[in-house]
């Protein structure tokens, strides 16, 4: 498949944002629930992760930070110095955020890894939106191999009592699967071309300063989150960019932090429906293909983190839940957070289109493979 000039290079109007769409009809949802399901204003706050929602904004404000330390451009110029066709680029990216969603989690891999391809695609022709969405594909698919690589897979791994190892034994033959399928999506989607470089423009001065406090912040903050010290760590991270460098956190997407929290309200409450309830109950879905389809089906739905919660009390087979929720993370872009994540770091308006162009087909294909597999 061959790409124009067009699909290669981002327009003017996809390097100014996101697009906010989704915000909408979510908010447009919440307030049909307003309205179906009254209840107090502090019950609506409690629907809100505020830990994952807090944590995203520290890590996006320590982002911006090491994006406008100058640093990725640097990097950047380095990295298409020593690549020489897109296909190649394509397979160091994707590679890269599998692995290291399977040791800093899915969303920091995204944080990483994103603003980083965005640059990249500011100093050459490269199809920035192919590139993101197959990095999202990749994290979905590294994350689910540990324990700690996604929050479903910490949640069902000290349900299941299994050792770490023999978590990552568990989910390996489905990891697999889907790692095998990214690399032959990468092989197919993006072509062996020479990469071409773009005119080049007045490289922005790297800063130093600004690149270690943000280096700095990142291991405080993380080791604030691991000690469960969120509204700290978030104060320190905002108070210091604020005191310092305020344009850091003029250039946060505090439109990604509504939608986020926005989700977390009407997933639950869709979960909460007495209709959903009922069908849980009674379709059999405790063990095998059933579980593992279930498991599918709702992360498209509500998510996979929600659908592993939700799931849990009607499944009996954790393999299955585990295989089927990780799967689940392809499809739709509701089917994971990482998705709509890297979507707004990329600041592509047409991003879902292609998201779901290549990620639908994507989940029909893994999610095939790993049902046979289980099943032989």
């Known amino acids: 498949m061959t790409l124009s000039a067009a699909e290669a290079t981002p327009s003017p109007a996809e390097e100014q944002g996101g697009g906010n769409g989704l915000l909408w009809v979510l908010v447009a949802v919440a307030v049909l629930f307003a309205f179906l399901r009254p209840r107090a204003p502090m019950e609506w706050l409690k629907l809100v992760d505020w830990q994952t929602v807090g944590a995203l904004a520290g890590l996006l404000a320590i982002t911006q930070g090491v994006e406008k330390s100058g640093m990725l451009q640097a990097a950047a110029q380095r990295l298409l110095a020593r690549t ?15 692995l290291l969603s399977a040791l800093v989690t899915n969303d920091v891999s995204l944080f990483l890894l994103v603003p980083l391809t965005r640059v990249l695609a500011t100093q050459a022709h490269l199809p920035l939106a192919r590139l993101v ?23 069902l791994w000290h349900r299941s009592g299994e050792s770490f190892f023999a978590f990552m034994a568990m989910m ?109 109950g009674y379709w059999p879905i405790t063990e095998g293909w059933r579980a593992y389809l279930a498991a599918i089906v709702t992360s498209q739905f509500i998510s ?73």
């Open 84 to 98: 020489h066709n897109q296909r190649s680029l394509a397979m160091l990216l994707t590679a890269s955020a599998a």
């Open 133 to 155: 969405v197959l990095e999202a594909l990749a994290v979905n698919a590294g994350s689910a191999l540990t324990p700690i690589g996604n929050p479903q897979n910490l949640y």
């Open 172 to 280: 390996g033959p489905t990891v697999a699967v889907m790692l095998f399928w990214l690399f032959v999506a990468v092989w197919l989607l993006v072509p062996r071309t020479p990469i071409a470089l773009k005119p080049a423009a007045e490289a922005a001065p790297v800063q130093p300063r600004l690149l270690a406090l943000a280096g700095v912040l990142f291991i405080g903050f993380v080791v604030a989150l691991d000690r469960h010290w969120l509204l700290a760590g978030l104060g320190v991270v905002l108070g210091v960019f604020l005191v310092t460098y305020p344009r850091v956190l003029r250039g946060i997407d505090w439109a990604l932090l509504a939608i986020i929290a926005l989700m977390f309200v009407d997933l639950r409450q869709l979960a909460e429906l007495p209709t959903i309830t009922a069908l849980l």
């Open 304 to 376: 996979n983190v929600p659908a592993a919660i939700l799931l849990d009390s009607h499944v009996r087979d954790l393999p299955a839940l585990a295989a089927g929720v990780s799967v689940g993370g392809f499809g739709c872009v509701l089917g994971s957070l990482a998705n709509l994540i890297a979507l707004r770091l990329a600041k592509l308006p047409n991003g879902m289109r292609e998201f779901h162009r290549i990620s639908i087909p994507f989940l029909l294909v893994c999610a095939a493979s790993a049902l046979l597999l289980r099943l032989a």
